[in-house]
């Protein structure tokens, strides 16, 4: 069962790069054994960096439930999801992932994800995208403000 | 320069708790010193769990730019990126990103940001939510058919 939905999601990304729609990549979100989004990657189709085919089979499944979480749903992804796609998975609270390539396998052709895993490891300041904290007295007031919000719908 | 951009992230951020619109979170992509994109978190507004404010102003300021790279822009944003924005920042390759408060103060306030960076570390098969690698035999055929396709739009 894992593997033909798997193969599905191998197909999805076989198609992307035989035309060229988008990057070698396909993902599906099953429910209760049904497809409810599937997607290749679309970067460079869609101009957008995060249309990943994860990002954009959850994106399409939380429309599809009419809800921002993914509770019970499982992803099946052609490759070993890339930082950005595991948080988003986490974010979505998805039940489980199963991927049929690693991120060593798409590093081999020159995909950044194995390069994003590293840089994670590194302190923020001295990464190849330096990230600086800069310490500004109310920074912590939208948290406050959330704290007190008795109306807001928490995530 | 920098100090008054992050101010205009956690105004953003501010706002966005205060009337409940979105998480607690703001961010700006700034090129030349002009504003591309500003946004507030938007994942329960728009049921879009990948909605975060950098995700949300990456997308912007990539179709202002036409483009799906933000090459010499720079992030500014409320909070320390999550392990999913900090990818989408990879993807876009902007340049530097400048952050007001950390991971640790997101989880003062119940946010998984840094859970999601601990989880990062374990195996993927441990992991809460976990990630099972099943090796298929055409699992690597996506890569060949993308390193083969001349006319393919790389990124």
Redesign the interface.
């Known amino acids: 069962m ?2 033909q939905f ?2 599905q999601a ?1 197909q999805l ?2 198609d ?3 035309t ?1 729609q988008g ?4 993902a599906l979100i099953v429910k209760d054994q049904q497809v409810l989004a599937a997607s290749g990657n679309q ?2 189709r869609t ?4 249309a ?1 085919a994860e ?1 954009n089979a ?2 399409q499944a ?2 599809q439930l ?5 509770h019970d749903c499982i992803l099946y992804t ?1 490759c ?23 991120r060593f ?2 590093a ?3 995909f ?1 994800d194995s ?3 590293d ?2 490891l590194v302190a ?1 300041a001295e990464r190849r ?8 007295p ?6 406050q ?3 007190e ?1 008795e ?5």
Chains 1, 2 share one sequence.
Not at 138 to 143: M, N, T, V
Not at 151 to 155: E, G, I, S
Request: charge should be negative; hydrophobic fraction near 45%; proline fraction near 7%.
């Open positions: 894992h593997a798997l193969q191998i990304a076989a992307n790069a035989r060229g990057g070698p990549f396909g970067v460079t101009l957008d960096p995060t990943h990002v959850i994106r939380c429309l009419n809800d921002f979480q993914l052609s070993e999801p890339c930082p950005m796609c595991l948080g988003a998975i986490y974010w979505a609270r998805l039940a489980k992932v199963y991927y049929a390539c690693s396998d798409a081999a052709v020159n950044d390069f994003i895993y840089e994670i923020p995208i330096a990230m600086h904290h800069i310490k500004l109310d920074a912590l007031q939208p948290f403000l959330w704290s919000n109306t807001k719908v928490a995530y």
